[in-house]
């Protein structure tokens, strides 16, 4: 079992910037890719960005691309997400979940994975 705990969110306005933060906890055999989604009123929950263990490797969605920067200390289980020159349509709640199998080049990789409450992001136009 894998406990996941976001913070960083807020109110910012549009052209500002947010750092959002996943401590991640418990017990863990293998390390694998970590991510974030995030989900807005009235729509599915969405991919926004992974990394996978090593952080060799990140992938974004096309909206967050160049924007969005996704990073990970494993010496310290936790995963961040640098988010910058944020716009309205950012506004979501963003959700960390972590991957319990290896990365398959899909974000349907965390569909079996561990996932944590969420925190909230509102961008004002």
């Known amino acids: 079992q894998v406990q996941l705990v976001e913070s960083g969110g807020g109110l910012v306005q549009a052209g500002g910037s947010l750092r959002l933060s996943c401590t991640a906890s418990?017990?863990?055999?293998?390390?694998?890719?970590m991510g974030w989604f995030r989900q807005a009123p009235g729509k599915e929950r969405e991919f926004v960005a992974a990394?996978?263990?090593?952080?060799?490797?990140?992938h974004y969605a096309d909206s967050v691309k160049g924007r969005f920067t996704i990073s990970r200390d494993n010496a310290k289980n936790t995963v961040d997400l640098q988010m910058n020159n944020l716009k309205a349509e950012d506004t979501a709640v963003y959700y960390c979940?972590?991957?319990?199998?290896?990365?398959?080049?899909?974000?349907?990789?965390?569909?079996?994975?561990?996932w944590g409450q969420g925190t909230q992001v509102t961008v004002s136009s």
């Open positions: 979940a972590a991957a319990s199998r290896p990365w398959t080049e899909d974000p349907r990789t965390f569909d079996t994975g561990s």
């Open positions: 418990g017990r863990t055999f293998n390390n694998y890719a």
């Open positions: 990394i996978i263990y090593s952080g060799a490797s990140t």
